[in-house]
């Protein structure tokens, strides 16, 4: 009992530190970002904290340095606009109580198998206890694949610290946090009631939940912010989103930089997303420039920090004279590998089953919109990676597909849940115009 309790307060722990800084805007009527739901301004001010996390992290700042001014500031905010607060107003979100009752779940299965994946042992949890120990980024070149990104493993380290150093799994409670709210969120969006809401977001954590992703692996960490980064790309093509475009470009930056050093694809697939967005909007030249000189900016701070810790990247993945070599046969040879594996492993992601369907029938069944056009081109450059990723590695082409493909297609499964959300809200567009047409024709 006294562990569930210890559990609890984690995950209220969790949520009071991603309270902030969004609520200083609340009583902002002028503010664009107050008017995002509560969800929403979760996932934004988790966005905000990872960030902090990851300059603390690269800056070699200790982090009870960043936690105690954060939970002070927070304290004294709450404090302050203590009169402001209307109570009498405030009514129960299911969905958010809901949203919570997952994570509960999870944080309690999590305590409950208590194992590491093969990954996790050999690599992740050397980093998170780098950082759990309070030692530098560069005592990580003492540790395996220093080339491997460590934000992750901060998150982990950070959380198992604070509010008491308890259980490691403590810290891995907060990507069930990040993963439900990012599943909670993507439903958001659909055009039903909130029950509905509910049903699909239960339907989502039952496809893809699964033990061994919350071991220390970050393909789950990649999963959930590409979700999140998803919710937000779609409000770029809803009307009602249209005066928040400066702060949605902001928001999806600000993924963009905690994905690249969270996991090395992930640096890729939010680009692709961003690129997407690039081409099938129609921008105007403020928000084009921001897109652009932002993520050039982020890159631009890979390759420093990159140059200065001297990161030197494991030569053994990709050795271009090796992998460039090669004869026309081994080529096809090497492409019929992949596609046989790419057909497999889409298979056994059961999301994939679900959503690719529908999304190339919506494209085909309906007009095709921008939001359908974002979708399939993602899909196009998802798959282009995965065929290059794996062409040119230099080991044994089959046995790098068979350990790491169906991780790499997990990663950005979620964000083809906008399939169902283009079909959902298409369909019921359709169906209400015809319920008016038809009720028009009775009238007259």
């Known amino acids: 009992m006294t562990e569930i309790i210890k559990i609890l307060i984690q995950i209220l722990f969790i949520l009071f530190i991603f309270s902030f800084p969004i609520a200083l805007l609340e009583n902002n009527t002028r503010s664009k970002i107050s008017a995002f739901s509560l969800i929403d301004k979760l996932s934004i001010n988790l966005i905000f904290f990872i960030n902090i996390l990851f300059f603390a992290s690269i800056l070699n700042i200790n982090s009870e340095y960043i936690l105690y001014p954060y939970v002070i500031l927070i304290i004294f905010f709450y404090f302050f606009n203590f009169r402001k607060f209307n109570f009498k107003n ?67 380290s950070f959380f198992w610290k604070f509010p008491f150093s308890g259980y490691e799994y403590f810290g891995r409670i907060a990507y069930a946090f990040i993963y439900v709210l990012s599943i909670f969120s993507i439903t958001e969006i659909l055009k039903v009631s909130t029950y509905q809401k509910i049903i ?18 970050q393909e789950i960490m990649v999963f959930s912010l590409i979700l999140i980064a998803s919710k937000f790309a779609f409000y770029f093509f809803e009307k009602q989103h249209k005066f928040r475009l ?80 090669f004869e026309i046969f081994n080529l096809f040879e090497k492409i019929k590998i992949i596609s046989f594996y790419l057909l497999l492993y889409l298979t056994q992601v059961p999301i994939y089953l679900l959503t690719l369907p529908i999304l190339i029938y919506t494209s085909f069944k309906y007009k095709m919109k921008d939001i359908t056009k974002f979708s399939l081109f993602f899909l196009i450059l998802n798959l282009f990676f995965i065929y290059i990723a794996f062409l040119f590695k230099s080991t044994e082409t089959e046995l790098q597909i068979r350990f790491s493909m169906k991780r790499v297609l997990f990663e950005t499964s979620g964000f083809y849940f906008l399939a169902i959300v283009i079909f959902i809200n298409n369909y019921l567009h359709s169906f209400n115009q015809k319920i008016f047409s038809s009720f028009k024709k009775r009238k007259y």
């Open 246 to 325: 400066l702060e949605l470009t902001l928001i999806l930056l600000a993924i963009t930089n905690i994905l690249c050093w969270v996991k090395n694809e992930g640096l890729f697939f939010i680009y692709f997303l961003i690129f997407c967005i690039f081409i099938t909007k129609n921008l105007n030249l403020k928000i084009k420039t921001l897109l652009i000189v932002g993520s050039l900016t982020i890159f631009f701070i890979r390759i420093l920090v990159v140059n200065y810790y001297e990161i030197n990247f494991n030569a053994e993945y990709f050795e271009l004279r090796e992998t460039l070599n």
């Open 200 to 217: 699909f977001a239960i339907a989502i954590i039952s496809l893809t939940y699964n033990y061994e992703l919350f071991s220390g692996l």
């Open 90 to 156: 405030i009514k129960l979100d299911y969905y958010f109580l809901v949203l919570l009752f997952f994570i509960i779940l999870i944080s309690i299965d999590i305590a409950h198998e208590l194992y590491f994946a093969w990954d996790t042992q050999s690599f992740w949890f050397f980093k998170t206890l780098n950082y759990y120990q309070n030692q530098k980024f560069e005592n990580l070149k003492n540790l395996p694949v220093f080339d491997w990104p460590h934000l992750g493993t901060y998150i982990w």
